[in-house]
């Protein structure tokens, strides 16, 4: 990992070098100091700080919610990091998340019967725990396809008395195969040069459906968010105890988003069990055999978590230092995972850039700031909020706005 993080991020510095340090022609930039490239790639082969970085936001400070704790706790140590590279003006920038932050503090859960196991599972973002310790039978949902409203209107009319003091399995059993395959450890070339070719059409874009733009819905059919919506309603209005999804996806793996309303008020205790616990499950329910399960779980909410933070350093230019490049990645994460590759490394890779370039003694005429955004999982909220307050838009510019390049 390190070999690979060092090589990665060497590449992203002599690309930064060419575009931040001087923005001047490539000829005036190797006669300040022929041998630049050479001692950009000696530091960060000889004393890199990216491994480091890593740990600290992954294992000390991640997983990294925005409004959370650890996420204050992230961008803090990095504004003190920063700082003590020789960075300026290390701050951090307030922004109206608008949403208490959250937490898991704890959590259990257990098949009673017919057979005692452990689940392993997730806790939905911006849900609520249970009341102590609770047990219930499980009642599994399983909705029409691709239904318009009357279809799930009417499927709801079917079990209204079936949820009643349930934990509530969400949707039909499905398996997903364990992958024995490996996936290749580096993308090649052709395909890492299609994605960036300006005369590429998809450039850029990304997935199977790459070029094609986003799925169109069908006339009439409820997108899933609508679906998700309303089963929350239905669960919390008829009674229901907790509710259970599947994660869907193989080799045990898990990702656990939010409760979109961010009020625990509007919906029940609410998991994401690993795809082979889900099915398990489904299957015993669906041999004629009733299943009993137990779950303790604890959330925390912070109500000064309503204000999120851009964590912001920089290295002052010289003769152009009210002119700004700017580079960053986003400090929030998920809370399912310690949030390494989303995005620790992105952060660290241009913390590890800039530090280069200070230890270098390098001096740009431009003004260089590192942005650490929150929010972003939540929808780009951080950053465009960043973009609100200093540069405004294309049709209304602020002064920032004509002096900036990303």
């Known amino acids: 990992m390190a070999a690979l993080s060092r090589l990665f991020a060497s590449f992203v510095f002599v690309l930064f070098i ?35 970085t890593m740990h600290y936001l992954a ?51 257990y098949v009673l019967s017919p057979v005692h196991d452990q689940l392993t599972f997730k806790v939905v973002a911006w849900t609520p725990g249970t009341n102590g310790t609770i047990t219930g039978q499980v009642f599994q949902m399983v909705l029409p396809e691709k239904p318009k409203q009357d279809d799930l209107t009417a499927y709801f009319a079917t079990v209204k008395d079936k949820v009643k003091g349930k934990m509530v399995l969400v949707g039909k059993t499905d398996p997903v ?78 990702r656990a988003f939010q409760n979109r309303t961010y009020d625990p008020a509007k919906v029940v205790p609410n998991v994401v069990l690993r795809n082979e616990d889900f099915s398990r499950i489904g299957r015993i329910l669906a041999d004629g055999s009733p299943v009993e399960l137990e779950f303790n779980i604890q959330n925390k909410f912070f109500p000064e978590g309503k204000t999120s933070y851009n964590t912001v350093a920089e290295i002052p230019g010289t003769d152009k230092k009210d002119e700004v490049v700017m580079l960053g990645g986003h400090l929030d994460s998920w809370h399912s995972a310690t949030g390494a590759t989303d995005n620790a490394i992105g952060c660290a890779i241009m ?10 003694g390098v001096k740009p005429r431009r003004t260089i700031r590192v942005a650490l955004w929150s929010g972003e999982e939540e929808g780009l909220l951080g950053s465009q909020a960043y973009v609100k307050e200093h540069f405004g838009t294309f049709e209304d510019p602020k002064p920032e706005y004509a002096k900036f390049n990303g």
């Open 351 to 360: 913390m590890e850039a800039a530090r280069i370039l200070k230890s270098l």
């Open 177 to 254: 195969a364990v992958v024995m395959d490996v996936q290749p450890r580096r993308m090649e070339d052709k395909t890492a040069a299609e994605r960036f070719d300006p005369k590429n059409p998809n450039a850029g874009q990304f997935g199977p459906r790459a070029g094609q733009g986003p799925p169109q819905p069908e006339p009439g059919v409820l997108t899933p968010a609508q679906i998700n919506e309303q089963i929350d309603q239905f669960l919390l209005a008829n009674g229901a105890i907790m509710r259970l999804n599947d994660a869907h996806m193989t080799n045990g793996h898990i």
């Open 59 to 109: 294992d000390i400070y991640g997983p990294r919610l925005t409004g959370s704790p650890n996420h204050k706790a992230a961008a803090e140590w990095a504004v003190k990091q920063m700082k003590e590279w020789g960075f300026e003006n290390g701050h951090l920038e307030p922004w109206d998340f608008g949403h208490p932050g959250w937490m898991n503090d704890r959590a259990s859960g």
């Open 18 to 52: 060419w575009l931040a340090l001087l923005q001047a022609p490539a000829s005036a930039q190797t006669a300040a100091d022929p041998d630049i490239n050479n001692k950009i790639r000696q530091e960060e082969n000889n004393h890199s700080q990216i491994m480091h």
